[in-house]
């Protein structure tokens, strides 16, 4: 008999992946990408500050401490462009564009600032606490490939490069078909000789868990001709039927029979 992984494999290797559709972020957990994302432009699309302090001239840090003039500010967001002249420097945020002519960043914790002026207590090597354009990614990168679950962290990127709509594979349509005539529903009454079918709602919970959403049960009775008609219908709604017994070798196991007489291939039957 077969294992459950050489099981799995046959069933990877007989199923293909269902027509691109395209959703919204909002909707998109769960599903796998019928395409690559790709980086709509340089990230970051210019350099910016790594750091809260000042951005600088690295020739001005010579000597240490040294002064010098506050000649504007940057915030995050800001399109300000305040020049780093010699001697001077610029207020930034952690974020911001870095000004033109300033190619460091020196961390407020080591500086003091007083009208106007700032004394910078430590140096730091040229370049410090700058994130280069295209640092993280290069226009036109592939950052997700085609085939990648979304989660919290994939749709993060996604938004991150303008994807309000992603094209990703349609979710199959799954029925389960809970085989036995003993079998009722959870709402029905039973006689000491029926059982409330449980499987039903289980699996339709763990398919949903495992991103399977709006499956659907019924039960069908030990009977050849309702079970079969039960498959047909099935078949014709949906991309994947599941079963729950009536695949063992008894007078009533008759599940076996009713696929091939659906024109089903059988690729494998029982599991070790």
Known sequence: MLTPDAAWAIILEHVRSLEPVAVSLEAAMGYCLAGDVRADRDLPPADRSAR????????????????LRVNGEVAAGSPSRPRVKPGGCV?????????PGAD???????????????????????????????????????????????????????????????KVHRRPRV????????????????????????????????????????????????????????LRRAMQRHDVVLFTGGVSAGKYDLVPDAVAAAGAVLRFHKLA
């Open 52 to 67: 809260d302090g000042y951005a600088v001239r690295h020739d001005d840090l010579a000597r240490i401490p040294c002064l």
């Open 175 to 230: 029925a389960i078909l809970c085989t036995g005539s003993e079998l009722r529903s959870v709402k029905d009454r039973v006689r000491p000789h029926e059982v409330r079918d449980s499987n039903g709602p289980a699996l339709r919970v763990a398919l949903a868990q495992w991103g399977f959403p709006g499956a659907r049960f019924s039960q069908v009775a030990d009977r050849p001709a309702p079970l079969l008609a039960a």
């Open 91 to 99: 207020r930034i945020f952690t974020g911001a564009n870095i000004p």
């Open 104 to 166: 460091t960043v020196i961390m407020v914790e080591q500086t003091e600032e007083r009208d106007g002026m700032v004394t910078i207590r430590s140096s730091e090597k040229r370049g410090a606490y700058i994130l280069r354009r295209g640092e993280d990614a290069a226009r036109n990168a592939v950052l997700l490939r085609a085939g990648t679950k979304l989660g919290a962290a994939q749709v993060g990127v996604c938004a991150a490069v303008g994807r309000a709509l992603v």
